[in-house]
C-alpha cells in the first residue's frame, strides 16, 4: 500500500473547517430534534386519540423513507413547496432535525413509559397538575433513562450528516472529496475525513459517560 | 368529616366495591382491613380520586368531592396519601421532597417551604437526613419522608395504604410510632393494615372488608375478640 499525504496536507486547514459546519448540523438539527421528540412524544403517551394517530404517523413517514431522500425533498422541494430555494444549511439541519425528532420521540416514549407508576401517582396524589407533574418529576427521570440512547442518536446523527455532501454543503465530507478531486488521490484525504469523524464520535461518547456519571449522583 | 355513600368501582366487568356506605369523624382514626383484593386500595384511592369511583358519593367536610364540578387537584392537595413503596422522588433530596408540592401547589415560598419542611422532617426523627437523596436512606426512613412529605401538604385527612408492608420487621416500629404520634395529634387518618397490633392499640374504629362489602365496622376491642360475622372470624384465625 503507498500512502502519501504530502499532496494533501496543505489541504489540511481546508478539510478540518469541515468540522465546523458538520458540528452546526448537527447542534442545530439535535436542538430541534430534541424539542420537536418531547412534543412528539407527549403526543403519543397522551389521553387524546388524534394526537396519538398525529404522532404516530409522523414517526412512519421519517423513519419509513430514506434520509437522504427526506434531505433531497426538503432541498430540492422547497421552490415548490415554499416559493423560495432555502439554502444546503437550512435544508440540512431542518431534514435532519426532522428526521431525528421521530427516533428521539419514541427513545422518549420508551424513557417515559419506563418511569415507576408510583411516581405519577405520588404527584398526582400531592395535587400536582400534569405538566409540573411532566416537566419536574417523570420528564427528569425519564431522561436520566434515555441518556444512553439519546447520545446514540447523536452519533448516529453525526456520521449521517455526510450525506448533506449530496445537496453542496461544504462539510467535511464534501471538502475531503473535492481535495481529492483536485489532487487526483482520493484515499488519503477521505482517510483523513474518517479520522476526523472518529475523534468527533470519540469525544461524544465521552462527553456522554461524562454526564450519565453526573446524573447517577443520585441513585 | 368523610362520607361515603354507595360506592361502587368496577375496572370493566370486574366489580371491586360493591356499595359502600361508611363515615370517618374528625380526628377519627380508623383502620381497614381485609384480604387480599378485596378493595381496600380501591376504597382509599377513591378518596383521593386516583381513582373515579363508578357511582355513589364522597363527602369531605361537606362537599361533595365526586360531583363533576368539584377541582380535583384541589381535593388532592387536602387529603395525604401514603403508599406500600413509599415513591419518594429519587431525584431530589429529602428536603425537595417535602418542599416540592407546598410550592408548586399551594404557592408557598422556597424559604417557607423549607423552614415547614424541616420542622416535618424533626417531627419524622430525620432532621439531618435533609439533604440526601431517598437512595440513601433506609425502608423505615424512606417511609416517614414520605408521610411528612404528605403533612407538607397541611392535608385535612391522611390516607395510609399499607405503609410498613414492604418494610423489613425490625423498621415497622418506627413508622408505626410516627403514625401513632400522628394520631395523638388529632388528625383524621384512614389506615389499610395488616399490623392488627397496631390497629387494636391505634384506631378508633376497624372497616373489615371482604369481597367488595363492607362486612364488619366495629371498636377494635369488639371486633378482634367477638367478630360478629363468620368472614372476619375466618380472616382474623388465619393471620392471627
Ligand atoms: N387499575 C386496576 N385495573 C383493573 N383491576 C384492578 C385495578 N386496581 C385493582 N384492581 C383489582 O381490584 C381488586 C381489588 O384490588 P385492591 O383494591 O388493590 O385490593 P386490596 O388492596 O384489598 O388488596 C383486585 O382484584 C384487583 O386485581
Ligand atoms: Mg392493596
Redesign the interface.
Known amino acids: 500500500m503507498n500512502l502519501d499525504f504530502s499532496r494533501v496536507t496543505p489541504s489540511l486547514p481546508y478539510i478540518l473547517e469541515g468540522i465546523y459546519i458538520t458540528l452546526q448540523v448537527v447542534a442545530l438539527a439535535a436542538l430541534l430534534g430534541f424539542a420537536l421528540g418531547i412534543i412528539l412524544s407527549l403526543f403519543k403517551i397522551s389521553s387524546i386519540k388524534p394526537l396519538n394517530w398525529l404522532a404516530d404517523f409522523y414517526t412512519s413517514i421519517f423513519r419509513g423513507t430514506p434520509l437522504v431522500l427526506q434531505l433531497m425533498l426538503i432541498y430540492f422541494g422547497s421552490p415548490q413547496v415554499f416559493g423560495i430555494q432555502i439554502e444546503p444549511f437550512t435544508a440540512a439541519f431542518l431534514s435532519f432535525g426532522l428526521n431525528s425528532a421521530a427516533y428521539i420521540s419514541e427513545i422518549i416514549r420508551a424513557g417515559i413509559l419506563a418511569v415507576d407508576k408510583g411516581q405519577k401517582e405520588a404527584a398526582v396524589a400531592l395535587g400536582v397538575p400534569y405538566r409540573k407533574m411532566m416537566t419536574d418529576i417523570i420528564l427528569p427521570q425519564a431522561m436520566k433513562n434515555i441518556l444512553p440512547a439519546l447520545m446514540n442518536e447523536m452519533i448516529t446523527l453525526t456520521k449521517e450528516s455526510a450525506v448533506v455532501t449530496i445537496i453542496g454543503l461544504n462539510d467535511i465530507m464534501r471538502r475531503a472529496y473535492i481535495v481529492g478531486g483536485q489532487s487526483y488521490r482520493f484515499f488519503e484525504p477521505i482517510l483523513i475525513a474518517g479520522l476526523v469523524y472518529y475523534v468527533l464520535v470519540m469525544i461524544l461518547t465521552i462527553a456522554g459517560k461524562l454526564v450519565e456519571r453526573r446524573m447517577r449522583r443520585s441513585d | 368529616m368523610i362520607k361515603i355513600d354507595n360506592l361502587h368501582k368496577n375496572f370493566e366487568k370486574l366489580e371491586v366495591l360493591k356499595g359502600i356506605n361508611t363515615g370517618i369523624k374528625e380526628g377519627e382514626v380508623v383502620a381497614i382491613i381485609g384480604p387480599s383484593g378485596s378493595g381496600k386500595s380501591t376504597l382509599l384511592r377513591c378518596i383521593?380520586l386516583?381513582e373515579q369511583p363508578t357511582e355513589g358519593s364522597i363527602w369531605i367536610n361537606g362537599e361533595e368531592i365526586t360531583s363533576k364540578k368539584t377541582n380535583i387537584?384541589?381535593?388532592?392537595?387536602?387529603?395525604?396519601?401514603v403508599?406500600q413503596?413509599?415513591?419518594?422522588?429519587?431525584?431530589k433530596t429529602v428536603l425537595q421532597n417535602l418542599t416540592?408540592?407546598p410550592i408548586?401547589?399551594k404557592g408557598l415560598t422556597k424559604k417557607e417551604a423549607e423552614g415547614k419542611g424541616r420542622d416535618l422532617l424533626q417531627r419524622v426523627g430525620l432532621a439531618e437526613k435533609a439533604d440526601e437523596?431517598p437512595?440513601r436512606l433506609s425502608g423505615g426512613q424512606k417511609q416517614r419522608v414520605a408521610i411528612a412529605?404528605?403533612l407538607a401538604?397541611d392535608p385535612e385527612v391522611m390516607l395510609f395504604d399499607e405503609p410498613t408492608s414492604a418494610l423489613d420487621p425490625e423498621m415497622v416500629k418506627e413508622v408505626l410510632e410516627v403514625m401513632k404520634s400522628l394520631a395523638h395529634t388529632g388528625m383524621t387518618m384512614a389506615i389499610v393494615t395488616h399490623e392488627m397490633g397496631f390497629a387494636r392499640e391505634v384506631a378508633d374504629r376497624v372497616l373489615f372488608l371482604d369481597g367488595g362489602q363492607l362486612v364488619e365496622d366495629a371498636k377494635p376491642s369488639e371486633f378482634f375478640s367477638s367478630p360478629k360475622t363468620q368472614r372476619a372470624k375466618d380472616f382474623l384465625e388465619k393471620i392471627l
Open positions: 383521593n386516583l387537584l384541589k381535593v388532592r392537595a387536602k387529603v395525604g396519601m403508599f413503596h413509599f415513591h419518594l422522588f429519587p431525584h416540592y408540592a408548586k401547589v437523596y437512595s412529605r404528605a401538604m
